[in-house]
């Protein structure tokens, strides 16, 4: 019987997990513990401790007691919140985004039972570290109240866009040419809420029900419909009232973004996600076991295996860390000489062997994991599988919301495969190998070999020629068109990269017969980078006036970057250009 989805959501999430710190204005610190008396059977004799915990100690003993069972151990610590009276002490308290599991009570003011201020603020804190966090909100309040008011003071303020001049002028002509009630506005009012709002934010194209009257627009259209409203101005007054929700709600919402990326709410399963951060909210009064909870709701958001696969590599990387390091300083000699070259270089020399080493020390880690991840993605593999391919295809899309056996869904897959295969973010501090660059027009990318790019190792000869200026080689790439797949892909002249605007597609010749365009350039300042990947090269251009050749400067900045297997080839090609043996040939 194959493996449940659910098994690998516990490896991936909920096995990681070691320590706990449980936010609670209501629970004993361990000071209080200590300068109380507890009789055997949990009865408070003496404590000067004003906290709910002293009436019933066994309720916080019970949720204590699920992270200490005899099965697993966590680490863990009680923090009462008394201190976190505003901002600059929620920013202080470190070790609250640096928990595996935070337990996070609603309210958390002893002086006002009713305001969650306090545990929002710890959650905007959560979702803008760097930590992943997992957070548990528990709570006597209703959970839908909960919810709401966490989701609201999680999304960023005016995250609708305002109407365009098309829908406001719609909105204007919708109230001039119509017999609207006076009641209208009223019914406007309590159609459009909090339901109304959220699902827009989910999806913009959800504000298109109104039309049908689905869901939770049942109300709006209604309204409508009995107002006589022409169906041509239901969206954007629909729309306008939403945004009027979202002014109404503007002082609860966060200043910043916390990046909510996605967030449900099915009944008694209810949560919220961003990358740094994944919310669930628990009841309380159901004297459920709150990691319990936590699955279900991880159960309810069902990750995508990809992101499975990345967060079992990330836990078991920071798993075996220690013994990675251990294992990579293990030799002495090398790391001795290693230090000694760092001592003795000089600033840019300096950079280049620390990124060299953290490459080294990134590909070991990877390799260390490896085995354990690639068994993980086995058995999910093992688990998913069907035997007939339309079975497969049905899979995958249950997971990614994309139909492969659509022809147009497919090439745009095989687009952002390309892309990820073949390029990466922009990084490094030097023009080198793969940096892809735009000048007076036109698009180059760097293919000299890595080793000539590096600034601290530029010959005395090059400096004495060309001063401080890094001489590089570049091949031309011909834009072609952008999100859709070209012919011959597999013909080793294509390069696929992420933009704003979706893939951009270039090749590296002209037409399928022509040979790489190559050009040298001379950059500024050994091509060391400013304000982010902004450098200043030159080449040798003709000036249309006078016929002579000088040497013509350019502002450019990295736009792209190949990965290095991939630039490494066009190196290899660009040999190949330059070598053209066989030019005294006879025949076709």
């Keep these: 019987m194959a493996e449940g989805f659910e098994s690998f959501i ?149 995250c609708l866009p305002a109407l365009s001049e098309e829908a406001s002028a719609r909105v204007e002509e919708a109230y001039e040419k119509n017999d609207i009630p006076d009641s209208f506005s009223d019914g406007l009012r309590k159609a ?27 109300a709006l259209s209604k309204l409508f419909a009995d107002s006589g409203l022409p169906k041509k101005y239901w969206i954007s007054i629909a729309m306008s009232a939403i945004l009027s929700y979202q002014e109404k709600i503007a002082d609860q919402m966060s200043v910043g973004s916390c990046g909510v990326s996605s967030f449900r709410d099915s009944g008694n399963v209810k949560w919220i996600r961003s990358d740094r951060g994944f919310i669930t909210f628990s009841d309380k009064k159901a004297k459920r076991p709150l990691l319990d909870a936590l699955r279900a709701a991880l159960a309810d958001w069902k990750p995508r295996p990809s992101r499975l696969l990345l967060a079992k590599m990330s836990a078991d990387i920071e798993n075996q860390g220690v013994e990675m390091q251990d294992r990579a300083l293990a030799d002495n000699h090398s790391s001795a000489l290693w230090f000694k070259d760092l001592l003795l270089s000089n600033e840019l020399e300096r950079k280049s062997a620390i990124d060299g080493t953290v490459r080294r020390h990134i590909e070991a880690m990877v390799a260390e994991v490896l085995p354990g991840v690639r068994a993980f993605a086995e058995r999910l593999v093992a688990s998913q599988r069907q035997d007939l391919e339309a079975d497969n295809i049905s899979i995958v899309k249950s997971h990614y919301q994309v139909d492969l056996s659509k022809m147009e869904q497919l090439q745009k897959a095989q687009l952002f495969h390309n892309a990820l295969t073949c390029s990466e973010d922009v990084s490094g501090w030097h023009i080198q190998t793969g940096h892809v660059f735009e000048a007076a027009g036109e698009t180059w990318i760097c293919v000299s070999p890595l080793c000539d790019t590096v600034p601290a190792q530029i010959s005395n000869n090059n400096i004495q020629l060309h001063g401080d200026r890094l001489r590089f080689s570049a091949i031309k790439l011909h834009s ?109």
């Design 192 to 218: 459009v809420g909090f339901r109304q709002f959220i699902s827009v934010v989910q999806d913009c194209k959800n504000i298109s029900h109104v039309m049908s009257g689905k869901s939770e627009f049942a």
């Design 480 to 588: 072609k068109n952008s999100n859709k797949m070209p012919k011959n892909v597999q013909s080793n002249q294509f390069l696929f990269f992420n933009s704003e605007h979706g893939i951009s597609v270039f090749s590296i010749v002209v037409s399928p017969d022509a040979m790489p365009e190559t050009e040298v350039f001379y950059a500024e300042n050994k091509g060391i980078f400013h304000d982010g990947f902004k450098f200043t090269i030159c080449r040798s251009e003709v000036n249309r006036n006078s016929n002579e050749l000088g040497m013509v400067s350019h502002s450019t900045e990295v736009s792209y970057q190949l990965r290095y297997e991939y630039a490494q080839n066009l190196v290899q090609r660009l040999g190949g250009a330059v070598t053209r043996i066989g030019l005294n040939f006879a025949g076709n």
């Design 10 to 158: 516990e490896d991936a999430f909920i096995d990681p997990i070691r320590s706990v710190v449980i936010v609670d204005d209501d629970y004993p610190t361990i000071e209080e513990v200590l300068n109380s008396n507890v009789e055997g059977e949990g009865k408070v004799t003496k404590t000067d401790s004003q906290k709910g915990w002293v009436k019933n100690p066994r309720q916080v003993l019970e949720v204590v007691s699920e992270f200490r069972s005899k099965e697993k151990k966590y680490i863990l610590d009680i923090h009462d919140a008394q201190n976190l009276t505003d901002d600059q002490e929620v920013e202080g308290a470190a070790h609250l985004h640096q928990t595996d599991l935070l337990v996070l009570d609603y309210q958390l003011d002893p002086e006002n039972v009713e305001d969650h201020t306090r545990s929002l603020r710890i959650a905007r804190k959560l979702f803008a570290s760097d930590h992943f966090n997992l957070i548990i909100v528990n709570t006597n309040k209703d959970l839908n109240e909960v919810f709401e008011n966490f989701l609201i003071g999680l999304l960023e303020r005016d």
